[in-house]
């Protein structure tokens, strides 16, 4: 299995602009995290979908954020308009049956850079 | 341990020696807990695992120490190795238990 792969891994945009970022899980996990990490608030928990499903998106920072989960393959993280204080990397992460029972295996991340 | 900054706390070990990287959590009703290893420009990478009903669990080279009197975990590597240098997480699950809150880690370095 390629495990969590995530696109891009860079990206350089400018305030305002409208940033998507994508991830495609393990095949056969059923959980799918998005998490946001910077040296000043360390790893935080963004969204996690489990069967496609969101279920706690009490980490997304405002409205600017929203994610997605089309099917089990495939869930992308947009931020629109985007803001200098956006820049971090982004990690998806999947998991077979959660956390209790499961480790989260993560992706590469995206780098992300807000001019 | 945990930082409490913008600057991580950083061990500096000698290959061959033993490091023991500390973690406080902060909530006493978790009942799983995981160290990770995060590489330069890569993601968390799991380690091992201990659930709150175990004080100790050994894997290859490393032993989880979890002490729930006091909410502290900890890693200890056995041997350590250059390629052990990396940023370690300890992480909690939450009270739901369907999600985890991560340390702001400890930067391991090795020197040969």
């Known amino acids: 299995d390629a495990g969590v792969i995530q696109s891009p891994r860079h990206e350089v945009t400018e305030m305002g602009q409208e940033v998507t970022l994508r991830c495609k899980p393990i095949s056969g996990h059923d959980y799918l995290f998005w998490y946001r990490q910077t040296m000043m608030r360390g790893l935080e928990l963004l969204i996690y979908f489990n069967n496609n499903v969101p279920i706690d998106d009490s980490g997304m920072p405002e409205d600017r954020f929203s994610a997605k989960m089309p099917n089990a393959s495939f869930s992308t993280l947009k931020i629109q308009p985007s803001e200098p204080r956006d820049s971090a990397v982004y990690f998806c992460?999947?998991?077979?049956?959660?956390?209790?029972?499961?480790?989260?295996?993560f992706g590469p991340g995206t780098r992300l850079t807000v001019l | 341990g945990e930082s409490v900054g913008l600057h991580l706390p950083t061990l500096s070990v000698q290959e061959g020696d033993n490091s023991i990287i500390n973690c406080a959590y902060s909530n006493s009703a978790s009942d799983y807990f995981i160290w990770y290893k995060q590489e330069s420009g890569k993601g968390p990478q799991f380690i091992i695992d201990?659930?709150?009903?175990?004080d100790k669990r050994q894997g290859q080279r490393v032993t989880v120490l979890l002490n729930k009197t006091v909410k502290h975990l900890s890693l200890q590597i056995a041997a350590t190795q250059p390629g052990d240098s990396a940023v370690y997480f300890c992480?909690?699950?939450?009270?739901?238990?369907?999600?985890?809150?991560f340390g702001k880690g400890t930067t391991l370095s090795v020197s040969s």
């Open positions: 992480a909690e699950s939450n009270q739901a238990g369907t999600a985890l809150i």
């Open positions: 992460a999947s998991s077979l049956q959660g956390l209790n029972a499961d480790t989260q295996y």
């Open positions: 201990i659930r709150s009903n175990m």
